[in-house]
């Protein structure tokens, strides 16, 4: 590790300083070394009201403190990529407000890779976390798949990535916490097939504003974003604002009206967000070829089926047997083959919708 290097993990990992106090004092210094060297020259610029005795260490102390954090980053099998890092992303260094350190638990390597981030809401209508899976799945024949690790659009977006190992998670807190603490098992499983990524070192819990932050990063990351859910005041709308700022590509499921997990994609639309409904409409916006796999074959019975769900939307199963003219226990046992062939899905109160 550089000296450039040490300079920017110690003040990222080892001052209580926030981003805009580190960045006030890297533009005095003019660079990560000066400030190394002579910190208390330039810390009286943010250490105020109380706060000017926390650093009166001097340059072997900070040493000795960078060594320490080296030292537990190697212990727990993670690395460091600093902003003048040769694999430090170039799509996050141009960024305004690009973070001066990633920290990473799994394959390093996944960051050299072309991206494409996939979220959604925490509530996200089980049609959208199954196409969402699938997409995801898809995406990974050229992508790798950026997303978060909470519910619904995170947790379909991993479910189908997961298995590829084509998956970068990045997380709101520091690496040593998990948030939700409910899918700390996930957590796990991407750690050890693809990569856990954070700008908050260690121990870092969740504060106000750790969600947006994280969401500039998921957007910088990637070539392009598929938005599968998001109400009007999801925070996944923020990761949408920040694509639409960094130029990127973005995609978002459609929805009917009034439904309220969809307004927000809809809404996108109108601001010139792509409509995807299939990983074509995805691979035809960066020239790939269109997916090689063959629709399944469906019955006279699955067919009416489809027919009738592409229609009228989300049915009672009741309500489709009778739109069919098929009996209760012949619709009851196509909407299963149609669930196993990967083409509805079912909901809560009996109900199915087509993906």
């Not at 212990?75 to 141009?94: G, I, L, M, Q, W």
């Not at 981030?117 to 925490?122: A, F, H, K, L, P």
């Not at 976390?129 to 798949?145: D, S």
């Not at 996108?268 to 074509?280: F, Q």
Request: aromatic fraction near 8%.
């Amino acid at each position: 590790m550089t000296e450039t290097e040490r300079a920017l993990l110690w003040l990222a990992a080892c001052t209580p300083l926030d981003y805009r106090e580190r960045v006030t004092l890297l533009h005095a210094a003019k660079h990560p070394v000066a400030l190394f060297n002579e910190f208390e020259k330039f810390s009286n610029l943010v250490l105020k009201g109380g706060r000017n005795g926390v650093y009166n260490s001097d340059r072997p102390a900070r040493e000795r403190e960078t060594d320490e954090v080296i030292a537990r980053l190697k212990a727990k099998n993670r690395f460091a990529v600093t902003y003048v890092s040769e694999d430090y992303p170039a799509s996050v260094k141009a960024i305004p407000d690009a973070p001066l350190v990633l920290f990473g638990e799994g394959n390093r390597e996944l960051l050299k890779k072309e991206k494409f981030c996939i979220v959604g809401s925490r509530i996200t209508p089980p049609w959208a976390e199954k196409a969402g899976k699938k997409i995801a799945g898809e995406l990974t024949e050229k992508f790798v798949i950026v997303t978060g690790l909470a519910e619904g659009g995170d947790s379909a977006a991993i479910a189908g990535a997961l298995e590829s190992g084509k998956l970068i998670c990045v997380s709101p807190c520091g690496l040593d916490e998990c948030y939700p603490a409910s899918h700390a098992h996930l957590k796990r499983q991407v750690k050890e097939k693809g990569l856990l990524l954070s700008e908050f070192p260690f121990g870092e819990k969740v504060q106000k504003g750790f969600f947006h932050a994280r969401n500039r990063i998921l957007a910088a990351l990637s070539e392009g974003v598929l938005i599968i859910s998001a109400g009007l005041k999801s925070g996944t709308i923020i990761t949408a604002s920040r694509a639409f700022d960094y130029g990127r590509d973005l995609f978002v499921f459609p929805y009917n009206l009034g439904v309220k997990q969809g307004e927000g994609c809809n809404e996108l639309i109108k601001k010139g967000a792509y409509i995807a409904t299939d990983v074509d409409d995805i691979f035809f916006q960066y020239g790939f070829a269109p997916s090689k796999k063959q629709p399944p074959t469906l019955s006279a019975e699955e067919a009416r089926i489809m027919e009738v769900l592409s229609e009228n939307g989300e049915l009672h199963a009741a309500v489709i047997a009778e739109k069919t003219n098929l009996q209760i226990y012949e619709a009851a046992a196509t909407l299963s083959s149609l669930e196993i062939k990967g083409l509805v899905t079912k909901s809560g109160g009996n109900k199915y919708s087509a993906i």
